[in-house]
Nanobody, 121 residues
Framework: QVQLAESGGGLVQPGGSLSLSCAASGRIFSINAMSWYRQAPGKQRELVAIITSGGSTKYADSVTGRFTISRDNAKNTVYLQMNSLKPEDTAVYYC???????????????WGQGTQVTVSS
């Protein structure tokens, strides 16, 4: 009933930039927070950035000042602009949305399939 379509991953050199996007579709009534997580090999999945429906944002300490999360509510889309990328940013990045389906009685979290970001020279 819900799909989160991610795009924008790829290979980039240290110091470079990438932009990720994630569009939610389906029988969606409303969306609360949208967020980006990442998971590197052998490590736990971590929250990178989150944005509320009102536009408030929070970032992991490791990306503050380099990454920017934004959203377009009319398009049910969340973005992650990544600048000054470092090798340690290499991970699979996942989009997540807390949303209410039409006809449902409560909110649930949904996830994208993940997109690979590799930072290497």
């Amino acid at each position: 009933q819900v799909q989160l379509a991610e795009s924008g991953g790829g290979l980039v050199q240290p110091g470079g930039s990438l932009s990720l996007s994630c569009a939610a579709s389906g029988r969606i009534f409303s969306i609360n927070a949208m967020s980006w997580y990442r998971q590197a090999p052998g490590k736990q999945r971590e929250l990178v950035a989150i944005i509320t429906s009102g536009g408030s944002t929070k970032y992991a300490d490791s990306v503050t000042g380099r990454f920017t999360i934004s959203r377009d509510n009319a398009k049910n889309t969340v973005y992650l602009q990544m600048n000054s990328l470092k090798p340690e940013d290499t991970a699979v990045y996942y989009c997540s949305a807390n949303l209410l389906l039409r006809g449902s009685i409560g909110y649930n979290n949904y996830w994208g399939q993940g997109t690979q970001v590799t930072v290497s020279s």
